[in-house]
């Protein structure tokens, strides 16, 4: 089992999906800075279509949605991105190209197979698409045949169920109902339409949840043939989703029962076979995200672990995050405020950060750890932070050696900890984040 030391948990981190992370982001950023940074995206790009309904709002979720029960505002957004889709394509250099397309949200089958194919048509018309690789997340409540064939239609590769866990008592915790017939029916509904790649998200440290009921998740889920697994670690932050308000804290595993449990999800995983990616990801040898894992070319970006070597990733939607090298630019999050910003011809950019060169040696850094166990870090990095990484050097968690940071197999739970030790936002920061496991 992997050691457990408490003490170096404590402190909440990000997950680092971009450096700086989003907490940095300020108003100095908008779209001025949206507009030169899309001109200078040549290349290869990737977008992220953001879909911020869902047919049922989940107590648990932590993402920008709402329930997609008012037509009129479901359809008042899809005229607003629609727009925003003409607005950005239009400023894109002649030599870019996008080769991958990633829908997500909220749930993108919220939206009718009508309204989904109209957003193709709208990409087609507007963006420099290059035989890209599709990607979608998908409600496995809510995905009809009719879904299923649109997706064979366009050559669906990549997509991600929303699962969680398959043990009812669980789901009814956490408001997510659905019956494992349900998540069988989509998993092969989505592989008569030709997915090669799919991800179930399955979470720990639910309210009330043993290992017994963890290993019966992850049974059936390699039963199923996930072809990929992330394993998250439940975030209870109800001061900031007010959403989990309806969750019975009291009935939270502690941090310890937490550990055992990433620990179990670890150990069982790679037993039945699936290559580890990180500490709470997995992908079994033939997938992409696998093979990217051992031949060293795995990246992070907003999206989490990633097979993607485009620099640029531009996100279309409210709240959604395009990444550029210089620059990060969040969308308006609120979807009123985001459509008015539309219906004035305005790029939706209200936040920010620009990257500096000490951003993006750190930034390296800790993508570095976080995807290869290792980094290269500079005389001057190293002796910032020797004293606070000397505790995990101590107990056999890392060591440093002529230059080269490495995480040691015993300290892969800690990778984000001691990635955080490079951040120096963290080190004032008072804003909390996730457990680090």
């Avoid at 982001?25 to 949206?34: I, L, M, Y």
């Avoid at 400023?91 to 197979?113: E, K």
Wanted: hydrophobic share 45%.
């Amino acid at each position: 089992m992997w050691p457990y030391y408490p003490d170096l948990l404590a402190t909440p981190v990000p997950r680092y999906t971009s450096f700086p992370t989003a907490a940095e982001f300020s108003p100095a950023v908008g779209p001025a800075d949206a507009d030169a940074a899309l001109r200078g995206a040549h290349g290869d790009v990737s977008l992220y279509v953001h879909i911020p309904f869902c047919e049922k709002i989940c107590w648990y979720c932590g993402c920008n949605t709402g329930a997609a029960n008012k037509t009129r505002r479901l359809q008042s957004y899809l005229d607003a991105l629609h727009r925003e889709i003409a607005l950005v394509g239009v400023r894109l250099p002649g030599d870019a190209a996008v080769r991958r397309v990633a829908f997500g949200g909220g749930s993108p089958n919220a939206l009718s197979p009508t309204d989904f194919v109209r957003l193709l048509d709208a990409l087609t018309l507007h963006f420099p698409l290059d035989r890209p690789e599709w990607s979608i997340e998908l409600d496995p409540r809510t995905l009809t045949d009719e879904w299923g064939e649109v997706l064979g239609w366009i050559g669906l590769r990549y997509a991600s169920l929303g699962v969680q866990t398959f043990d009812p008592a669980l789901q009814a915790a956490i408001g997510r109902i659905q019956p494992d017939a349900a998540i069988a029916a989509a998993t092969a509904l989505l592989r008569r339409a030709g997915v090669s790649s799919l991800n179930f998200d399955l979470m720990y440290g639910l309210p009330g949840q043993t290992l017994d009921q963890l290993e019966a998740t992850l049974e059936r889920t390699v039963t199923l043939g996930a072809d990929r697994i992330a394993l998250f670690g439940y975030a209870h932050v109800p001061h900031m989703l007010p959403r989990q308000r309806r969750i019975d804290a009291s009935a939270l595993p502690d941090q310890a029962a937490r550990f055992a449990m990433a620990d179990f999800g670890y150990r069982y995983l790679t037993a039945a076979g699936y290559v580890p990616v990180g500490f709470d990801h997995f992908a079994l040898p033939h997938d992409p995200m696998a093979m990217a894992a051992l031949d060293g070319t795995l990246r992070r970006n907003f999206q989490g672990f990633t097979d993607d070597r485009a620099v640029n990733l531009i996100g279309l939607g409210a709240s959604s995050i395009s990444c550029f090298e210089y620059v990060l630019v969040q969308n308006e999050k609120n979807p009123g405020r985001y459509r008015m910003l539309i219906s004035q011809d305005r790029l939706p950019a209200v936040g920010g950060v620009q990257r500096s060169a000490d951003d993006r040696t750190r930034g390296a850094i800790i993508t570095a750890l976080l995807c290869h166990g290792s980094a290269a870090v500079d005389s001057a990095l190293a002796s910032e932070v020797e004293v606070r990484l000397r505790p995990f050097i101590d107990r056999g968690l890392a060591q440093l050696d002529r230059g080269r940071l490495t995480v040691e197999p015993g300290g892969l739970p800690y990778a984000r900890t001691i990635a955080a030790l490079f951040d120096p936002y963290r080190q004032q920061s008072a804003r909390r984040f996730s457990a680090a496991v």
